[in-house]
């Protein structure tokens, strides 16, 4: 059964809750769910309502335009989506498996509402893989050169847009993705960065870990911008550790960390739960 998600967030103030909800029973929908959070910093106002459109008076190419007025009435930006998208997901790797891996056996179990469409990587060593999960794969290698790295975004871009891809996963893809892909994608990549932003940006972040005797070790998925690993933070976790483990032992806790903080990440994003509000974001369980 379809439900259609309405993501909003607007200036707080009274009677936006029973607008919404007025909205929905008017029109002969049912709430199945919903959520909302009040920023009293900013006085702003978030909420996910999920209802059932059996027996909806609009259709699902009209709803947007019906609930314009309430949108207009509170200042709301507004998403309207369906559970039963289905967006074309490209992931991307390097050499580590473990993140792509994860992905595309959750994919196969059904646990992921997306269509994957293409695995890409800088290296060879994931065609048999995708060919297992029956992806298409695209080997697409840094040649030598000035123009070697540009040359290769190059063909990832046409490689994306050929497969129409709607949304991009980077599993420990380890190459910076320039603005020129960023900006057609906006709030539509997700990157697992291996440690806990802000801290231990840029490269080997568990050798700076460990030089540092840290107690706790992460790891981040955020949306990808413009500004490297800076991007909304989607979710996070941790795991302790201690002098006793080495570069090695905090790579390995790492990689558990990173499976399952991306794969929570891209759940929430495909299942329409995530809301970025300017450099964060809110995020409905």
């Given amino acids: 059964m379809t439900h259609a998600v309405l993501l909003l967030s607007c200036p ?17 929908g049912n709430i199945v769910d919903a959520e909302q959070h009040t920023d009293d910093v900013d006085g702003a106002f978030f909420q996910r309502v999920e209802f059932d459109m059996e027996g909806f008076a609009f259709d699902r190419d009209d709803l947007g335009r019906a609930f314009w007025p ?16 289905r967006p074309r997901l490209a992931i991307l790797a390097s050499k580590a498996p473990h993140c792509l891996e994860d992905l595309l056996s959750r994919w196969r179990a059904g646990e992921l509402p997306a269509e994957v469409v ?47 891809v709607e949304r991009v996963v980077l ?8 603005p020129a892909i960023v900006d057609r994608y906006p709030s539509r990549i997700i990157n697992i960065h291996h440690s ?34 800076q991007g909304p933070i989607i979710d996070q976790d941790v795991t ?14 790492g990689r558990d960390l990173e499976v399952t903080v991306l794969a929570r990440a891209v759940r929430a994003d495909l299942e329409h739960r995530v809301l970025p509000f300017g450099n964060r974001t809110i995020v409905f369980h």
């Fill in 12 to 28: 707080d103030r009274t009677g936006v809750v029973a607008a919404v909800a007025d909205f929905v029973w008017r029109h002969g």
């Fill in 70 to 85: 309430v949108a207009e009435r509170f200042d709301m930006d507004v998403r309207v989506h369906f559970t039963d998208e």
């Fill in 171 to 178: 599993a420990r893809y380890m190459r910076v993705l320039s």
């Fill in 240 to 253: 302790r550790v201690s002098h006793r483990d080495d570069v090695a032992e905090l790579a390995r806790k």
């Fill in 196 to 229: 806990f932003l802000p801290a231990f940006v840029g490269a080997q972040p568990y050798r700076q870990a460990h030089e540092r005797g840290v107690k706790v070790i992460g790891a981040t998925a955020h949306y990808v911008t413009e500004d490297l690993d």
């Fill in 118 to 164: 293409l695995v890409a990587s800088n290296h060879p060593d994931h065609a048999d893989l995708a060919a297992f999960s029956g992806v298409p794969f695209e080997h697409l290698p840094v040649g030598d050169g000035p123009d070697a790295a540009s040359e290769q975004e190059a063909r990832l871009a046409e490689v994306l847009a050929a497969a129409a």
